[in-house]
């Protein structure tokens, strides 16, 4: 059996699929083309913004927090530089403080030798005077001899002993060495057997050296002597 086929219907149903289709075609190619392009661009632009601002932001922040830490700084500087100058101050005036007491202590001690000196001093006036009308000597060397005494103890009241007797060795540490005289005993060979002047002691400080003449009994006097610096 035949079938009769209208190419004028043919061809206008194929023209109108193909216009569908370009139809088609054109508004899938706009909306996807003007969708993403719009879309895209809005996007990244709002994102750009944002994250601009979140940076900037931030950056306020750690300038606030800087400038917090610079202000907590200059205010311990502040409080530190000023403690600097109060213990300055203060240490100044104990230096001070402490001259003058020293200075007063020492004044002090002075004060209280002197009036003891003076007692010994008025003691001495009095011997003098008595001495112009004693008619008996040992009554003079009796008063003497109590004055030495107080005197003596005056020195011991202060700390301060007198030293130097014959018989004792010689230490070059604590005495002076005037002069050598011959002895014809071995024993009092680099010993003293005179003495000059008393010496004096404070404590452990020497106030004055004691003047003596030392025993020689032999030409090996000075070596000897040598020996007995090294000794002590």
């Known amino acids: 059996m035949l079938v009769n086929f209208d190419k004028t219907e043919a061809n206008f149903e194929t023209d109108d699929i193909d216009t569908d289709i370009y139809s088609n075609s054109e508004g899938i190619t706009s909306t996807n083309s003007e969708g993403i392009t719009s879309t895209n661009s809005e996007g990244i632009t709002r994102v750009n913004s944002e994250i601009t601002i979140n940076n900037s932001d931030e950056i306020e922040n750690e300038k606030k927090k800087i400038e917090n830490e610079n202000m907590e700084l200059n205010k311990k500087y502040k409080e530190l530089y000023e403690t600097y100058l109060r213990s300055l101050a203060d240490f100044e005036n104990f230096k001070k403080r402490t001259r003058k ?132």
Do not use: W
């Open 101 to 232: 007491e020293s200075l007063n202590n020492y004044r002090s001690g002075q004060t209280e030798i002197l009036k003891d000196i003076l007692d010994i001093s008025d003691d001495f006036e009095r011997g003098r005077e008595f001495l112009t009308n004693c008619k008996n000597e040992n009554e003079f060397l009796t008063g003497l001899e109590l004055i030495a005494n107080k005197f003596k103890n005056l020195l011991v009241s202060h700390n301060t002993l007198c030293y130097g007797e014959c018989g004792e060795d010689f230490d070059p540490k604590i005495h002076e060495a005037v002069a050598s005289e011959c002895v014809d005993d071995p024993e009092m060979d680099c010993k003293i057997i005179k003495i000059i002047r008393k010496g004096f002691i404070k404590e452990d400080e020497i106030l004055r050296p004691a003047q003596v003449i030392v025993g020689r009994f032999d030409n090996d006097f000075e070596e000897k002597l040598e020996n007995t610096a090294e000794n002590k």
